[in-house]
């Protein structure tokens, strides 16, 4: 499709809003919106001012990306980034001199032909002129590793406000694990998978890109069950719990659950 076809599209969509006919709202964007609307099997006819507002947010949430399993939920993240040429940026949770995790994930992504083209690091090697680079791919992925060290850093570099608003109006951000608990709205869910707090994070509020909590790498057990329904019930929010290889995608205000994830409901005294 050409940029004269795409125009034309964008004034169908847009039929009564001029500021985002004259130009806020750019062919560039109706990429991202077909591909989302072919996931959700909407005609082009249903892209009014509401619905491009509400379908900014792109969110996956990964137990892991370790296994077989995850290509369930590797084919949402293609449909979402819309292109097999997508550039991705890496955020490490702390510092991997060899950049042994990051080469890992580059020779992931690699298998769907997605180029993970940056890495940066907050604490040890942390180069701020790195940082709108980041901005600029089309997704971002947060790693996995300890969420309350991560969090901490991502405070200190003054990164949340931009990484709220880079998932409600620009990109993927691709939560994996302690990566993923950081895009709920408090991350004391980390407890659930064994991750030790770290002592200068004073503030655990996640980046509130959701309503639920999260927790990666559980186990069909009573007592994970027990702990997960008393944190939900604690947190009075919904909990999902993700076995390694499920997942959960949000786009816009659609939440899809991927393989076999637990959702935990608050229940009465």
Known sequence: MDVRAKQRLCYLACPSNSELRGGGFAPRHLNRWQHLLVLYDQPISYLYVYEVRHLMRRLMFYGDQAIAANQQIDQYL????????????????????????????????????????????????????????????????????????FLYWLQQRGLMKR??????HEGVLIGVSAGA??????????????????????????????DFAFVPHVQDTPEDYIRMQAYANQQQRVLYGCHDGDGVVVAGE???????????TQTSA
Do not use: W
């Not at 990484?163 to 409600?168: F, G, R, S």
């Not at 659609?254 to 935990?264: A, P, S, W, Y």
């Open 78 to 149: 293609l449909k979402l980034l819309g292109t097999t040429a997508a550039r991705i940026g890496y955020i490490s949770s702390s510092s991997d001199p060899t950049r042994q995790y990051f080469i890992l994930k580059r020779q992931y992504y690699q298998q769907y032909d997605l180029k993970l083209l940056l890495y940066v690091e907050l604490d040890v090697e942390y180069n701020p002129d790195l940082v709108d680079q980041l901005f600029a791919c089309d997704a971002i992925h947060l790693s996995g590793g300890n969420t309350y060290y």
């Open 163 to 168: 990484l709220q608003h880079y998932a409600n």
């Open 181 to 210: 608990i950081i895009l709920t709205p408090d991350i004391t869910s980390a407890q659930l998978c064994g991750d030790v707090p770290y002592a200068p994070l004073t503030i655990c509020q996640g980046l509130e890109l959701v």
């Open 254 to 264: 659609t939440v899809t659950l991927v393989g076999n994830v637990m959702r935990m």
